[in-house]
Nanobody
Framework: QVQLVESGGGSVQAGGSLRLSCTYT?????MGWFHQAPGEEREEVAT????????YYSSSARGRFTISQDKAARTVYLQINSLKLEDTGMYYC?????????????????WGQGTQVTVSS
């Protein structure tokens, strides 16, 4: 059984930083973070290959987001720096099989419940 639990969201001012955590019981090949802004579709922003450790970032995330893992703690992190207003939304952790960094709706995927990030000016 795969269970994912996110934490670390909250309200922060623009320019600040947050670290999101995703603790899991089991994983598939890829572990990713997805951002869903209000009224928008869910977007994959950062993913890590759980076996090799390769990381993948969306163009909006590259340079400000860092994904990392602690296998002993069964936790994947998302460090977000220089937060912008457009980073506001729900952040979901997901583990999926397929091509890491190129999630498709048909991939076998397990989702966490999400954590809310609100960035204010």
């Amino acid at each position: 059984q795969v269970q994912l639990v996110e934490s670390g969201g909250g309200s922060v001012q623009a320019g600040g930083s947050l670290r999101l955590s995703c603790t899991y019981t089991n994983n598939l090949a890829c572990m990713g973070w997805f951002h869903q802004a209000p009224g928008e579709e869910r977007e994959e922003v950062a993913t890590i290959n759980m076996r090799g450790g390769s990381q993948y970032y969306s163009s909006s995330a590259r340079g400000r987001f860092t994904i990392s893992q602690d296998k002993a703690a069964r936790t994947v992190y998302l460090q977000i720096n220089s937060l912008k207003l457009e980073d506001t939304g729900m952040y979901y952790c997901a583990t999926y099989s397929g091509s890491c960094g190129r999630w498709r709706g048909r991939d076998l995927t397990h989702w966490g419940q999400g954590t809310q990030v609100t960035v204010s000016s």
